[in-house]
Nanobody, 125 residues
Framework: QVQLVESGGGLVQVGGSLRLSCAAS????????MGWFRQAPGKDREFVAT????????YYADSVKGRFTISRDIAKNMMYLQMNSLKPEDTAVYYC??????????????????WGQGTQVTISS
């Protein structure tokens, strides 16, 4: 079991920045990837970014590439999402997720078997 708790969401103006955090506990040593997903009202959940837990390689959705940075601190069992140049379309509930099942599936939400409760990010124009 892996437990995930997100924090850092809030209300920010267009062009601003936010840093989301995800605290992981439990069997984190078995994690292949950790990722961020988001879901806007009336829309499907979508992939944002993922990081290979031990190797550190990253992958981003085209919509956030160059603006968002995913990182992790293995010693602290923490994952982060630095979000810059925020746009109204970034408004969503952001979820932290862990994949302990598949060593080669980074961006597919079906591969993630543990999820946090979500944190709201709202961008005002």
């Amino acid at each position: 079991q892996v437990q995930l708790v997100e924090s850092g969401g809030g209300l920010v103006q267009v062009g601003g920045s936010l840093r989301l955090s995800c605290a992981a506990s439990g069997r984190t040593w078995s994690t292949y990837f950790m990722g961020w997903f988001r879901q806007a009202p009336g829309k499907d959940r979508e992939f944002v970014a993922t990081i290979r837990w031990t190797g550190g390689s990253t992958y981003y959705a085209d919509s956030v590439k160059g603006r968002f940075t995913i990182s992790r601190d293995i010693a602290k069992n923490m994952m982060y999402l630095q979000m810059n140049s925020l746009k109204p379309e970034d408004t969503a509930v952001y979820y932290c997720a862990a994949n302990t099942r598949y060593s080669s599936a980074g961006a597919s939400d079906n591969a993630y078997n543990y999820w946090g409760q979500g944190t709201q990010v709202t961008i005002s124009s």
